[in-house]
């Protein structure tokens, strides 16, 4: 599969989105906020609806990995058909690090516990950010 996009945080950052605490979580905030404004160009409604794609995901469910790693051809598609060149590029910086992202979590349920609190948190800034379309 071909690898789409470029993830813009380092794997140190990843690993501490995948394993929220008390000690990282303000950490926690100003990354989310901070990618919230690297994807500012893709609508909120976008946004929103890859949320909702990983909050319908079970963690009961035995497929819900493979659920989850549905969610990279929805990105791929999603930045394969815009045309807008700067919402081109923030879904390219989506797609890239959220694939790096769902890689790392590799079927650990407590990691995608904690990436569904850390998307959670970049949805609220984004929603700050977005640019309106």
């Not at 905030?29 to 160009?41: G, M, N, S």
């Not at 081109?88 to 904690?114: H, P, R, V, Y």
Request: aromatic share 12%; charged share 35%.
């Amino acid at each position: 599969m071909p690898n789409i996009g470029k993830c813009i945080l380092s794997d140190n950052e990843i690993k501490e989105i995948l394993n929220i605490n008390k000690d990282n979580a303000n950490k926690i905030i100003e990354i989310a906020e901070r990618l919230a404004k690297e994807y500012e160009q893709i609508s909120a409604s976008k946004f929103r609806e890859f949320y909702d794609y990983v909050l319908k995901i079970d963690e009961k469910d035995d497929n819900w990995y493979m659920k989850l790693v549905l969610l990279k051809p929805k990105l791929a598609y999603t930045y394969g058909k815009e045309t807008n060149r700067n919402k081109k590029e923030a879904l390219e910086k989506l797609t890239g690090t959220f694939s790096k992202i769902i890689d790392e979590i590799n079927q650990d349920i407590n990691k995608f516990k904690s990436f569904k609190t850390f998307f959670e948190a970049v949805v609220a800034y984004h929603k700050i950010y977005a640019k309106s379309q």
